[in-house]
């Protein structure tokens, strides 16, 4: 139903930042809530933050909560991920996705993109 993109992936040295980017096609999109997810090697996937559709609430996983901000533009169908003071362990592939709630971090839907390459070097 819908199709995500994620980009603004790269390499940034430590402390450094980035700013991601979802994009979507599709009404669905913009009245649905909306999750960041990140995968290292090795690791499962974790959770990073999300947002409501409306009101625009956001919820923050333990990983990044104080180093990253969540928002969204649905009038471009995008949802942002800003990240902060980023450590090499922050590497990792960051994915996107809409969700049921943004409480749970389970409540994704199987609608990923090919996500977006982090590398934070020391």
């Known amino acids: 139903q819908v199709q995500v993109v994620e980009s603004g992936g790269g390499l940034v040295q430590a402390g450094g930042s980035l700013r991601l980017s979802c994009t979507a096609s599709g009404r669905a999109f913009s009245s649905s809530s909306v999750g960041w997810f990140r995968q290292a090697p090795g690791k499962e996937r974790e959770f990073v933050a999300a947002?409501?559709?409306?009101?625009?609430?956001?919820f923050y996983g333990d990983s990044m909560r104080d180093r990253s901000t969540i928002s969204r533009d649905n009038d471009d169908n995008t949802v942002d991920l800003q990240l902060n003071r980023l450590k090499p362990e922050d590497t990792a592939v960051y994915y996107c996705?809409?969700?049921?709630?943004?409480?749970?971090?389970?409540?994704?839907?199987?609608?990923w993109g090919q996500g977006t390459q982090v590398t934070v070097s020391s």
């Open positions: 947002i409501t559709a409306i009101k625009k609430n956001t």
């Open positions: 996705s809409r969700m049921t709630s943004i409480y749970n971090s389970g409540s994704y839907l199987d609608e």
